[in-house]
């Protein structure tokens, strides 16, 4: 049993010190009983050698260990978390950095607060993003008054500039997203075990709800900068769709075992590898279809369907059909869903989180790629959503590494 548990604790460590997360947990005291190799970093330590100091021991201004501490205490009095709170940080050599934390009681088995846990991510390049995207907004519109640019040149200006956050939203969002389903996972798994105290299942839990916060925060960016639909003519480049469609299924794989979800993909082998097109859309629209699916999913099965309905020697017509048994859409929803921030269920009558950006996304998607977006759907029963869009067949269906 001793051999399982530090087997076990290992295990864990290896993990901490693997997530891209500041971590670190401490005694009533303030004094630090364990860190990730993140958090140590920060300060040119080992992380044996951040244990035993307190706040006003490591090298940042009195004025912030003060404030740190002051938090730490809240927690602990009144025993209640504190959930993505904005700090400064002010390093040695005068760096000023913004953290996003979150702290929760550390428990000892009798359910005594014993100290606090501390998550914490630096987001000094996001608000320096965010400022320069609000500042960039701001000169933008000055200069569309003072200009008067025509109509079109307004709407390719504004697609450029709305593109940029979309791709930052993504690619951030998805190795997150993996991160987040990966330690609930985990979590789950290891609850069930018995192997685990309450300190280190706390641990986890928190990695788990920080990251999902941290989600949150980087989509209500989008959600507050996002200002309407834009068009721009559709790209056509070679990709390789069966890729894109294994990709695209890939990144719910997590989530939908996590869920124990019959999740699976069929493909139409009679649909050339190498089509052109804009490959990209097409995967963040089956991205956005099947994490929906996985979402509001709690039993049952998501699959997604790729099928060849016309072909020729330049042009194919492909069907992408996702289909869940999740909570479906009510009837006097289907006609407002595709637009943007309208959800089918609203956050605080119990519906999921989310700013209801996606389904609006794919719908000026498939629109921009002269494609069709169709769904059916019954409030209990689940959803089947249908993309066909046409793509030209590339000339040379040969691969190229």
């Known amino acids: 049993m001793k051999f399982k548990q530090r087997f076990t604790q290992n295990v864990l460590k290896e993990v901490l010190n693997q997530i891209p997360r500041h971590i670190f947990w401490k005694d009533k005291r ?62 040695p050599n005068g760096e000023h950095r913004y953290l996003l934390t979150s702290k929760v009681p550390l428990l000892d088995k009798k359910k005594r607060i014993i100290g606090i846990l501390g998550i914490y991510s630096d987001i000094t390049e996001k608000k320096q993003l965010e400022q320069n995207l609000l500042e960039s907004n701001k000169k933008l519109e000055v200069t569309m008054k003072e200009m008067q640019i025509a109509n079109k040149d307004r709407e390719k200006t504004l697609y ?32 069930a075990s018995g192997l685990l105290g309450n300190e280190l299942l706390l641990l986890l839990e928190g ?26 003519e559709t790209l056509f480049t070679r990709f390789n769709l069966p890729e894109i469609v294994k990709h ?27 089509l052109l097109g804009d490959g990209k859309r097409i995967y963040q629209c089956l991205v956005d279809l099947l994490s929906n699916g996985v979402r509001f999913t709690q039993q049952g099965e998501v699959k997604l369907d790729v099928e060849c309905l016309e072909q ?52 000026q998607y498939i629109a921009d790629m002269e494609g069709e977006l169709r769904f059916d759907s019954a409030e209990g029963k689940g959803s089947c959503f249908r993309l066909v869009i046409p793509l030209k067949v590339s000339l040379d269906q040969t691969e190229t590494k």
Not at 173 to 181: D, F, M
Not at 211 to 216: H, N
Not at 323 to 337: A, F, L, N, Q
């Open 30 to 91: 303030g004094v630090y009983l364990g860190c990730n190799q993140l958090f140590a970093s920060t300060f040119n330590l080992k992380p044996e050698q951040i244990i035993g100091k307190t706040d006003y021991d490591l090298p940042v201004k009195k004025e912030d260990s003060e404030k740190f501490i002051q938090d730490d205490l809240e927690v602990i009095n009144s025993g209640k978390a504190i959930i993505n709170i904005e700090e400064k940080q002010t390093l």
């Open 312 to 363: 020729n020697d330049k042009v194919v017509i492909v069907r992408f059909s996702v289909t869940d048994t999740g909570i479906g859409i009510p009837e006097d929803k289907h006609v407002d869903i595709l637009k943007a921030f309208v959800k089918a269920k609203p956050s605080n009558k119990g519906g999921e989180r989310g700013r209801g950006l996606g389904l609006t996304r794919v719908s």
């Open 160 to 191: 450029l500039y709305k593109q940029f956050v979309e791709d930052q939203e993504h690619d951030i969002r998805t190795p997150l997203g993996n991160v987040a389903s990966c330690s609930e996972y985990l979590l789950n798994e290891l609850s």
């Open 248 to 274: 695209a299924y890939n990144v719910n794989v997590a989530s939908a075992r996590y869920k124990q979800i019959d999740y699976h993909y069929k493909y139409d082998d009679k649909i050339p590898n190498h």
């Open 207 to 232: 990695v788990s709800t920080s990251s999902r916060e941290i989600l949150d925060y980087q989509e209500s960016l989008l959600f507050e900068l996002y200002q309407g639909q834009i068009s721009e």
